[in-house]
């Protein structure tokens, strides 16, 4: 459904006897248009994509007595993985580190009576993938999760298109906006005149988002369906009005 805002504002600009005729003359070509009644509308289009690459969050989650075991363990599995999507076809810059944590597991005693002591360590090692082959997808998390991936935190689905399905939603926002403006102009008795001025509020483009455990990931391929992303984009115009002859 679109959401269309319309209104219709009459402006008058006042000239004071002390001003010169000539600063009048050069005010009148950028002023003509704001002395005069003005039809303001909002309109909103939208274009649908269907999303060509993903990225996708793999995580190695280790536990163990010391630091330095749960970090070996955990650097030997995340290792795997990236020498397994580097095969896969993945470039380095397809793959980054983006989270890396140290945490000691705590066990606190109960009714909070005596000091909590440390029983271990979690070490967690997160990288994302951007696979630009929807085919690769599935291949790329089942692969992760036979080389010790133990969570897959987030896929999301984007467009490499998604700039030109963009301008296509500004340019049906446009549409719509002049079509309101010219419907108005006409129940006011007069007609739609030159654009004063076009701003554009775009709302953001998600990225379609999927959140997996790896503890519900099977076997068997992975069935992955990207689905269509919709691109929104509002304008908002300020017009003219030419008032009818009376």
Known sequence: MLNRRITLLVIGLAVGPGTR????????????AASGPIIVTTGT????????????????????TTAAVAGSDNARKQRAILDTLRA??????????????????????????????VTGYTVT???RADVRRLDDVARVIDAALAKGANEISSLEFYSSKS????????ATAVANARQDAEALARAAGGSLGQVIEMSTGELPVRPLSISLRS???????????????????TVTVRWAF?????
């Open 21 to 32: 005729a000539v600063e009048a003359q050069a005010m009148s070509s950028q002023a003509t």
């Open 45 to 64: 289009g939208e274009a649908r994509v269907t999303p060509d690459r993903a990225t996708i969050m793999v995580g190695v989650q280790s536990r163990a």
């Open 88 to 117: 896969l076809g993945l470039t380095s810059e397809q793959l980054s580190t983006v989270n890396y944590n140290v945490v000691p597991d705590m066990q606190y005693p109960p009714n909070g009576q005596g000091t909590p002591r």
């Open 125 to 127: 090692n997160n990288v």
């Open 163 to 170: 700039d030109s399905a963009r301008r296509a939603a500004l």
């Open 215 to 233: 503890e519900m990931v099977a076997a068997a391929k992975t069935p992955i369906e990207p689905g269509q992303q919709t691109i929104s984009a």
């Open 242 to 246: 030419v008032p009818g002859r009376s």
